[in-house]
């Protein structure tokens, strides 16, 4: 069984992990030491090893999983020596694999995305390029997506900054029943379950469009027809458009040194 190592625990890299042992991994997992306290109380909690420095994580794992800030990879990459065609699985985003392999030069870098949900293995993990090491090192925490260009694995970067909209748009829409006099546990629980209605709808019939099922539901004339039409007068679609050609922008023009995070760690 493959040993994985993990440089740079925070709040995505420690999802991971869990997610990992959630599935029954039962290899060694070898953590970091920057973020002490926090990389201590994981290795508690999910049976890891806290190494003395991140040399020693490389050296003492088969898969590195790369969790640092874009702006830490450089003084990292100074700090450590990869061997030879090690993977190195980098979940920073909004590095391109050319300026990993600067970093890297001798390691087998493969670009991972994922949410938190692979706390739970219900993520989406998208890959780029294809590795079959990765692929199953990765499955167990979720549906994988195999991209065949980086294009596309940036424009995937968006759709998980999207899962972190999701969860604003979704606390407006409860706080409407709130405002009505609903309990707030049971606003929270109709908008999930209508949301889970809808996604489990648009799951059974993966060959129709999203919006021939919605025109089917909001035929004309009906109260979900109404709100549709107002819906569509106000542009609501307008900023989510926005934010995500701003995001793809950010991800696809700023330097590795001041981007941002994509909030998923």
């Known amino acids: 069984m493959q040993s994985i190592g993990v440089l740079g625990v925070g709040a995505l890299t420690e999802k991971v992990v869990r997610g990992l042992r959630r599935s029954g991994y039962s290899g060694a997992i070898r953590l970091s030491p920057r973020n002490q306290q926090r990389a201590q109380a994981l290795s508690d909690e999910s049976d890891c090893q806290v190494m003395p420095d991140n040399q020693s994580v490389i050296d003492h794992s088969d898969i590195v999983i790369l969790g640092v800030r874009p702006d830490v990879v450089g003084q990292l990459a100074e700090e450590v020596t990869v061997a030879p065609g090690k993977t190195l699985i980098s979940v920073v985003a909004g590095m391109t694999l050319a300026s990993l392999a600067q970093h890297f ?135 989510w458009s926005t934010a995500c050609d701003a995001t793809l922008q950010w991800l696809t023009t700023d330097s590795a040194g001041s981007k941002p995070k994509a909030g998923t760690d």
Request: proline share 5%.
């Open 105 to 239: 030069p001798d390691a087998q870098v493969v670009r991972v995305m994922l949410s938190y949900a692979a706390e739970i293995n219900s993520t989406t993990v998208v890959i780029y390029p294809h590795n079959d090491l990765v692929e199953q090192c990765m499955a167990p925490l979720g549906a994988s997506i195999l991209l065949d260009d980086e294009g596309a694995f940036e424009l995937a970067t968006v759709a998980a900054c999207m899962n972190g909209w999701f969860y604003f748009w979704l606390q407006d829409l409860q706080q409407w029943f709130v405002d009505q006099g609903m309990p707030e546990a049971q606003a929270k629980q109709l908008v999930l379950s209508n949301m889970q209605d809808c996604l489990a709808s648009a799951k059974h019939q993966p060959d129709a469009g999203l919006a021939a099922m919605g025109r089917a539901i909001a035929s004309p004339g009906t109260f979900t027809d109404r709100g549709v039409e107002l819906l569509r007068k106000h542009e609501v679609s307008r900023p």
